[in-house]
């Protein structure tokens, strides 16, 4: 099993996702998705319990949070700032 953070410090698996993202079937694809999310399918009642919506909540959190992970499988991971050295010299004692 791989995590995303394993996956973006992978320069294959990037350039591989990146031509898949490319391509116009999986814009489509990704299209159909957004047209697809939870929430414009099934739309919560009028009078429905609190749980009934923290529940669509949760489902039309995760459906977004999925998209937005196959968009970050082509994105290269960042560079991580380097921690500075740290010097000390007489005058810091005094």
Do not use: C
């Not at 990037?14 to 391509?23: C, G, N």
């Not at 998209?67 to 700032?81: F, H, T, V």
Request: cysteine-free; charged content about 20%.
């Amino acid at each position: 099993m791989t995590a995303l953070t394993q996956w973006i410090t992978d320069p294959a698996a990037v350039a591989a996702a990146q031509k898949i993202q490319s391509t116009e079937t999986f814009s489509r694809m990704m299209n159909v998705m957004a047209e697809e999310s939870p929430l414009s399918r099934n739309h919560v009642p009028f009078g429905s319990t609190a749980t009934d919506f923290a529940y669509a909540h949760g489902m039309q959190k995760g459906y977004e949070y999925a998209i937005k992970l196959l968009k970050a499988m082509a994105q290269q991971a960042p560079e991580l700032p380097t921690e500075p050295e740290a010097t000390f010299s007489k005058a810091n004692y005094e």
